[in-house]
């Protein structure tokens, strides 16, 4: 699945305020899944560099 263009496709939806409660559920949890969140980097072992571990 095309994760990254469905995601874009969400957040477009998202910034011209035509996203449904589905559509920003499903944006959170790719983000997550991406790692583009604290949490979904946190759950991949993704650090920047010269965090403590």
């Known amino acids: ?6 995601m874009l496709t969400y957040y477009g939806k ?3 305020g035509s996203a449904t409660r589905d559509h ?3 944006y959170r ?3 997550g899944a991406l790692g583009l969140t604290a949490e979904g ?3 991949l072992g993704w ?3 010269g965090d403590a571990h």
């Not at 699945?1 to 469905?6: G, I, L, R, W």
């Open 29 to 31: 949890q790719l983000a």
């Open 14 to 16: 998202i910034l011209d």
């Open 47 to 49: 650090t920047f560099q």
């Open 41 to 43: 980097m946190k759950r």
């Open 24 to 26: 920003l559920t499903e």
């Open 1 to 6: 699945m095309p994760s990254v263009a469905v």
